[in-house]
């Protein structure tokens, strides 16, 4: 079967930067894929470069379900079926937290009318734990319920492939823990294929099937959490070259 999204030989340069080096990977259809790295890795920038918001250098390939991304603006690879959060929050200011979630359904063919619209939006709300919020300006939420947000917004255009960029950022325990249970269930009940980027490594690691750990912009190692935690070149990435699997964990 062929991979839902495919990607050879991604290389960004900003001057003499190499943000991103020689990256190839695959991730395939309803996967839960992890993407680690200690900060400056590059993987905000290979979010960037696989929707759109930055072009590559020449020379590489971005495939999904079929389609060439290269070239595509955001808006054209969102219809296509990649939605995406971001590290910081960027909720649209002077909407309400409905207002918010609709424009993110907008760019799904399956929804065509309002009622229906603002019928998903509400279910979504309701998922990620912001019931009743509905009609509450976004400027004057916690940090926390931003990023629940920014989840309901992106599940809003039904994707096939949600990309996450630390969607645990600014929650406590128990919310990380209800937000797991909802990528999870998304993940379970829609078939949807999820890529994200965490810090909170515990969790992290039972969420995903799949690591690809990044250093100075490139693929150290791929396997599993149980594999990655081990791995020499992903301990040493992140503390050092004496550490042990354990304490990276601990660490990180």
Known sequence: MTALLEVRNLNKHF????????????????????????????????????????APDPGASIVFDGHNLLGLAPHRIAGLGISRTFQLCRPFIGMSVLENVVVGALGSRRDQHGADLEARAQALLAQVGLGGKEGVPVEVLSYGDQRRLEIARALAARPKLLLLDEPFAGLGGGEIADLSALIRKVHADEGLTVVLIEHKLREFMRLVGRVIALDF??????????????????????????ATGTEALHAA
């Open 217 to 242: 912009g490139e693929v150290i190692a791929q396997g599993s959490p149980e594999d990655i935690v081990r791995h020499p070149a992903v301990i040493e990435a992140y503390i050092g070259r004496d």
């Open 15 to 54: 001057g003499g930067l190499h943000a991103v080096k020689n990256v190839s990977f695959t991730v395939e259809r309803g996967e839960i894929v992890g993407v680690l790295g200690p900060n400056g890795a590059g993987k905000t920038t290979l979010y960037n470069l696989l929707t759109g918001f930055i």
